[in-house]
């Protein structure tokens, strides 16, 4: 019989991969086209033709195909949400069912690069906390992973940190021992591991000790968007609008969903439109919320959640951005800068840095005690973020790699060593 083939599935609340152990080596597999990473995007049409997913998704979506856009389905895992349904194809779908057909998809993947080898283990990523301090929300997303996984015909699933899967990642190319802390800022989580890596240590079947501190907080990449669309996008939809002559405020609930990734679906309901025109009556501006309500008659409220994600990269690398909203909305194109939007990221950047500081003292170390800090995952490229990060360790101490690869490829080489 033919060697089992091992393989690690790093689930990102914006971007997956799949890597495949090759012996000692473990390498990540092409998703789509070339690329080795899947956009966490799945579109499920109304009528009954295929599911598309990753950036085909995406285009199907803003091609205006008839149908529903999935985003930030990592961010339901444990919330109530998940235990929600919502009308997918004139069925009534929950979030289980949606993660399950986009990890069917990864699995068509994993099946062709196996080939004939039998499947011999997964090992699933997950961050140090997908809720915080909630351990029964912990707990439950990582068994619905796992049932999900089970129910796909993996009989051998284990789980492994992110950060550590980075760790290993990042283990594979050093020569000498390090102290090392693993700063991931993905899509939803920000996570921290502190470890004791070498070309020597990389070779034991235990790691824990090797293993100093975990740490984590639910703040990503999306949760950036979240504040930048508050700041700069919604109130031009009417958020924060006064009622009444000025006697009242807008209610916030539907743009704070409408600025959440995983929350926009749940607005394209009558209910929400009857309220808007309702609440038409009371505003002061009645033109804000005439683009409110376009969006969602539209159904383009990830299509305004892309322009927005896109400002927010953009002024990564340029000092200011417009969010191109007008073919969306009617109304203006906000200019994003660094500046205001290092403002609107301060709350969120504050408990990103209380979290690394406290994996710190957790460790018995001080900042001066990390041989090297090794940056990783999408949000690890906004300038604030690294300011924070070379604001607390010395310059020539920070490392960065692969942002959007290195849990993947630690993730089988973890599936190697527990079922191999
Ligand atoms: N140049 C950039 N500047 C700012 N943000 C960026 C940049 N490139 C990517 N991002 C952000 O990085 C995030 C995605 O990062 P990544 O793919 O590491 O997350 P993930 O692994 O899917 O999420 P998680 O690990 O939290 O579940 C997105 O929010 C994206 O907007
Ligand atoms: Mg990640």
Redesign the pocket.
């Known amino acids: 019989m033919k060697n089992p083939a091992y393989f690690g599935l790093?689930f990102?609340?914006?971007?997956?991969t799949l890597s495949i152990a090759d012996g000692a080596n473990a390498h990540l597999i092409a998703l789509e086209g070339a690329a080795v990473?899947l956009p966490?995007t799945v579109f499920w049409p109304d009528d009954r033709s295929p599911l598309s997913f990753g950036r085909a998704a995406m285009d199907t979506y803003l091609q205006g195909e008839e149908g529903r856009l999935l985003r930030g389905l990592?961010s339901t895992l444990g919330s109530a949400l998940y235990a929600e349904k919502t009308l997918l194809g004139g069925r009534m779908i929950g979030f289980a069912t949606v993660i399950e057909a986009f990890f069917a998809h990864l699995k068509t993947h994993l099946d062709r690069a196996r080939a004939d080898r039998p499947l011999g283990g997964i090992v699933l990523g997950r961050?140090v906390h997908f809720h915080d301090g909630d351990a029964a929300a912990d707990a439950r997303a990582e068994a619905a992973l796992a049932e999900i996984a089970r129910s796909l015909g993996f009989d051998h699933v284990a789980f492994q940190l992110?950060p550590i899967a980075a760790a290993m990642t990042y283990e594979a190319g050093i020569s000498g021992e390090e102290l090392v802390l693993i700063v991931?800022i993905?899509?939803?989580?920000s996570?921290f591991s502190i470890l004791r890596l070498s070309p020597t240590r990389a070779r034991a079947a235990d790691r824990s000790g090797d293993i100093l501190a975990t740490g984590g907080v639910r703040v990503?990449?999306?949760d950036?968007?979240r504040a930048l669309s508050l700041d700069m996008v919604m109130p031009t939809l009417g958020y924060k609008a006064t009622t009444k002559g000025g006697a009242g405020l807008m209610p916030n609930h539907y743009f704070l969903d409408l600025a959440t990734w995983h929350k926009i679906n749940a607005l394209y309901v009558p209910r929400v439109a009857a309220d808007i025109k309702a609440m038409r009556h009371e505003i002061d501006r009645p033109e804000l919320l005439d683009r409110f309500a376009r969006v969602i008659a539209e159904k383009s409220g990830h299509a305004l959640a892309m322009r927005v994600?896109a400002a927010?990269?953009a002024i990564?690398?340029a000092e200011a951005a417009r969010i191109m909203l007008t073919d969306l909305t009617g109304g203006p194109n906000p200019m994003a800068t660094q500046s205001a939007f290092s403002d609107s990221a301060a709350p969120l950047l504050a408990k990103i840095k209380v979290t690394m500081l406290d994996t710190l003292s957790r460790a018995g170390l001080a900042p001066a005690g990390i041989g090297t800090v090794f940056l990783t995952?999408?949000?690890a490229?906004?300038p604030a973020l690294r300011a924070l990060v070379a604001d607390v360790f010395k310059a020539g101490h920070i490392t960065t790699g692969d942002?959007?690869g290195s849990?993947g490829a630690g993730l089988a080489h973890e599936a190697q060593r527990r079922f191999g």
């Open positions: 790093d990102g609340t914006s971007n997956s990473t966490s990592k961050p992110e991931d993905g899509g939803g989580t996570d990503g990449g999306t950036f968007d994600e927010k990269i990564s690398d995952g999408g949000a490229h906004m942002m959007l849990v």
